[in-house]
């Protein structure tokens, strides 16, 4: 799963009218992103928060065997790739199979669960945080 689409053409524009500060703001602006996804993440063992990935220009494509509770050593190799972000293609992706279900709430009914979603994270993440950047923005 990744962020994409409508959101990319609406920072383009963002960039435009930034200017020379436009750099630091992607960044910021993805750095704001990438955290915000990690930290709304559901945690039970922690590898949920820990396979969120990113790239720049080119999305990963693997799973990690890692776990990450707080997302704050995810979140710090974000950081890293962040750094490049202006002027290319950001990703961020998490490739475990039930990645969708946290997402999109496609569950069977649990006791961590309420209609199929997770009881952390009812309306997702990703969806969610794009749209607290883009208010923030005003895109």
């Known amino acids: 799963m990744s962020a994409g689409g409508d959101f990319a053409l609406d920072l383009s524009k963002f960039a435009e009218k930034a200017g020379e500060a436009a ?11 990438t955290s915000n996804i990690i930290l709304k993440t559901p945690v039970d063992t922690g590898r949920a928060r820990a396979n969120w990935q990113t790239g720049v220009n080119q999305a990963p494509s693997n799973e990690i065997s890692a776990t990450d509770k707080s997302g704050s050593a995810t979140i710090s190799a974000a950081a890293r790739d962040v750094q490049n972000a202006p002027g290319n293609v950001f990703y961020i992706t998490n490739n475990l199979p039930y ?10 009914p649990g006791p961590n669960t309420v209609g199929g979603f997770s009881k952390q994270a009812p309306s997702g993440m ?11 923005l005003r895109l």
């Not at 990645?99 to 069977?108: D, N, P």
């Not at 990703?126 to 923030?136: D, L, Y």
């Open 126 to 136: 990703v969806r969610i945080s794009i749209n607290e950047i883009s208010r923030a």
């Open 23 to 33: 750099n630091a703001v992607i960044s910021k602006i993805c750095l704001d992103l």
């Open 99 to 108: 990645i969708a279900s946290l997402e999109f709430g496609l569950y069977r």
